[in-house]
């Protein structure tokens, strides 16, 4: 089955040590989403990919990196990982940009900073 | 400004019970409207989609929303409850040119035996 894939599902780091996390995709899709997601909380877009073209949200904080080497993966880069960055981050895909486009996710790596 | 609220940030019922999850919206545009299920740590999963046409949506797991202009609501519903229906449900709008989806805050769905 095409898919969202996010490797790995538990991620543990440390206080300031720089962290990757990392999402394929098998669906062929020109969007890549990256969310970050607390308890009790809806999803929080961080940024996006539009093919190479990369969007950031005004408020995503600078610590926070994306890279999208080619169609299939994107990655997450958190560069001084604080105790607020303990979050659930998603990724998830669309087949085009616009509004009409429903939004494919993956499981999710749940980050704790220790 | 573009936006999607859901009412009632917590919802109980008996299973076998209705299921109404509530959904509101404003938009300047004609909405594209989603409602997405979440179970504990997982990602989110598609349950229906109202694109354009029919304003009654079947989805997924017996699920169905109205899209109703007038009250610019997007209810989801399901007749009967069923424990594995337990989970946090999310309204998402696209709401305005090529911006990503706008999700309201969810509701969590809870089945009582």
């Known amino acids: 089955d095409a898919m969202v894939i996010q490797n790995p599902r538990y991620q543990v780091t440390q206080f300031g040590k720089p962290v990757t996390l990392s999402c394929s995709q098998t669906?062929?899709?020109?969007?890549m989403y990256w969310y970050q997601q607390k308890s009790s909380q809806a999803p929080k877009l961080l940024f996006h990919?539009?093919?190479?073209?990369?969007?950031n949200e005004a408020d995503t904080p600078d610590n926070f990196q994306s890279r999208r080497p080619n169609t299939s993966f994107c990655f997450l880069d958190i560069r001084s990982p604080g105790l607020g960055d303990a979050a659930m981050y998603l990724c998830?895909?669309?087949?085009?940009?616009?509004?009409?486009?429903?939004?494919?996710f993956g499981d999710g790596t749940r980050l704790s900073i220790l | 400004a573009q936006s999607v609220t859901q009412l009632g940030s917590h919802v109980s019922v008996s299973e076998g019970a209705l299921v109404l999850l509530r959904c509101n919206y404003s938009?300047?545009?004609?909405?594209?409207l989603f409602w997405y299920v979440q179970y504990p740590n997982q990602g989110l999963q598609l349950l229906l989609k109202?694109?354009?046409?029919?304003?009654l949506v079947k989805g997924i797991n017996g699920f169905e929303a109205e899209f109703k202009k007038s009250e610019t609501s997007f209810h989801l519903t399901k007749p009967s409850a069923h424990m594995s229906d337990a989970a946090e449900y999310f309204c998402?709008?696209?709401?305005?040119?090529?911006?990503?989806?706008?999700f309201g805050k969810g509701t969590r769905l809870s089945v009582i035996a």
């Open positions: 998830a895909t669309s087949r085009e940009r616009g509004r009409n486009q429903p939004q494919h």
């Open positions: 669906l062929n899709h020109n969007v």
């Open positions: 990919y539009y093919d190479k073209d990369f969007n």
């Open positions: 938009s300047s545009v004609p909405p594209y």
């Open positions: 109202y694109t354009t046409g029919a304003t």
């Open positions: 998402a709008g696209g709401l305005s040119g090529n911006t990503p989806l706008v």
